[in-house]
C-alpha cells in the first residue's frame, strides 16, 4: 500500500494572526478539520501510511493526532527548521516504502483529485514524477505548466503580473518515484518545483495530469474564506441545525452549524454562516459572511458581518465586528467593542 507525505512544515505567515495559536492542518474547512478531510481523502486513494512534515505548532499537531487514535497510520517528521517541498521528503526518507512511489501533497490544497486516478496514470506514463495540473482562469498568482501534445511537462513559466490568461498550474499533488527522492541533497531546503521538477522536465520524465473537478489553495485568509464559501454554496457537505435546534426563521441557507453548537433566543444566522464545533452563540446575537472556529463564543447582541473568528475566542455582549475582520484564536473582545472593517485582533 502507497504512503503519503503532507507538506505542511511552513510557519503559515500568510494566514497570520488566525495560524499564531493555531495550526494550519486544523483549520476547519466548512467545519470539519484540514487533517481529517485530507487524511480521509488520501485513504479513499487506498495510500495506507500518512506522514506529516511538520515545523510550526507541532506540538498541537502531535496532541491532535493522538487525540484521534490514528496509531502508526499518520506520523509526524518535525523540521527543525522549514526544509521546502523536497527537504521534507528527504528527511522523512526512512519513514517511507523504499520501492513504491510516494504521494506528495501540499497541506494547503483542498481538492477531490481521484489519487487512484492519478497513481494509475503515473504508473501507466513511464515517467519519474506525475504533477495533477489544474486550470485557472488566472495563473497570475500560480505561473504556468506548460505541457506538451503527450501531456509531459516541458516546462514552467513564474509568476508573473503578465500571466493574466488561463492555463493549467501545478496543483501541489504529486506522485514520485525513490530515484526522485535520491535526487535531493541532504540537509537543506530544497523547493522541488525550482530545483527538481526543471530537471525532470528536461529530461522528458515528468507528466502532468489534468484535474477537472475542484481545487483550493487555502494559503491566505483571503483564499481560505473563499474556498470554504464556495464549499458552502455547492453543498458538499449536508447543512444540518444544531442539535438543539435553530429555528427556520433564524436560520439563512446557505450555512453550516456543527451539531454540537449551542444556539440562543433570537439569534440570527447567515447566510453564509460556518460554526465549527462547540462555539456558543448567545441571545440576540447575529452573524452572516463569516467563519467562526470551534470552541468560541459568541456574546449577545454582539454583531459579526463578513469576518473570521479565531478558536476559544470570547466576542463581549454588544461587540461589533465590521467587514472583513480577522480575530485571532485565544483572546476577548470587550463588551460594546465597535471594530471597523477590516479590523486585525492579535493573540
Not at 114 to 143: C, M, N, Q
Not at 336 to 347: A, F, K, T, Y
Request: net charge positive; with cysteine; charged share 25%.
Amino acid at each position: 500500500m502507497l504512503k503519503g507525505l503532507i507538506l505542511a512544515g511552513g510557519f503559515a505567515t500568510r494566514l497570520r494572526p488566525l495560524s499564531c495559536s493555531k495550526p494550519k492542518l486544523l483549520f476547519p474547512i466548512v467545519g470539519t478539520p484540514l487533517i481529517d478531510r485530507m487524511t480521509e481523502w488520501l485513504s479513499q486513494g487506498n495510500i495506507g501510511r500518512v506522514i506529516l512534515a511538520v515545523n510550526h505548532l507541532s506540538d498541537k499537531l502531535r496532541m491532535e493526532v493522538a487525540a484521534r487514535q490514528l496509531g502508526d497510520r499518520v506520523v509526524l517528521s518535525v523540521e527543525e527548521t522549514p526544509l521546502g517541498t523536497g527537504g521534507p521528503l528527504k528527511l522523512a526518507a526512512s519513514l517511507l516504502d523504499n520501492s513504491d512511489p510516494v504521494v506528495v501533497v501540499n497541506g494547503d490544497v483542498v481538492t477531490d483529485i481521484d489519487l487512484g486516478a492519478l497513481v494509475r496514470a503515473h504508473k501507466a506514463g513511464g515517467v519519474e514524477a506525475t504533477i495533477a495540473v489544474f486550470s485557472v482562469g488566472e495563473t497570475k498568482p500560480f505561473g504556468l505548466v506548460t505541457l506538451d501534445s503527450d501531456d509531459r511537462i516541458v516546462g514552467f513559466q513564474e509568476k508573473s503580473v503578465k500571466n493574466r490568461r488561463r492555463g493549467w498550474i501545478n496543483a501541489g499533488v504529486y506522485i514520485l518515484n525513490q530515484n526522485v527522492i535520491e535526487m535531493i541533497p541532504s540537509g537543506r531546503a530544497v523547493s522541488l518545483e525550482r530545483e527538481v521538477f526543471p530537471v525532470l522536465a528536461d529530461q522528458r520524465k515528468l507528466r502532468g495530469w489534468r484535474h477537472t473537478g475542484f481545487w483550493y489553495d487555502v494559503g491566505t485568509v483571503q483564499d481560505y474564506v473563499a474556498a470554504n464559501m464556495d464549499l458552502l454554496k455547492r453543498r458538499e457537505r449536508s447543512l444540518r441545525e444544531p442539535k438543539r435546534g435553530v429555528p427556520l426563521a433564524l436560520l439563512e441557507q446557505p450555512s453550516y452549524i456543527s451539531g454540537d453548537c449551542v444556539v440562543g433566543t433570537g439569534a440570527k444566522l447567515g447566510p453564509f454562516t460556518i460554526l465549527s464545533p462547540k462555539v456558543k452563540v448567545e441571545n440576540g446575537a447575529s452573524v452572516r459572511d463569516s467563519i467562526v472556529f470551534e470552541s468560541t463564543v459568541l456574546g449577545e447582541n454582539c454583531r459579526i458581518e463578513g469576518s473570521v473568528i479565531g478558536e476559544a475566542t470570547r466576542i463581549g455582549r454588544g461587540a461589533k465586528i465590521g467587514k472583513g475582520s480577522v480575530v485571532a484564536g485565544e483572546v476577548t473582545v470587550p463588551d460594546g467593542e465597535v471594530l471597523g472593517p477590516g479590523s486585525i485582533v492579535l493573540n
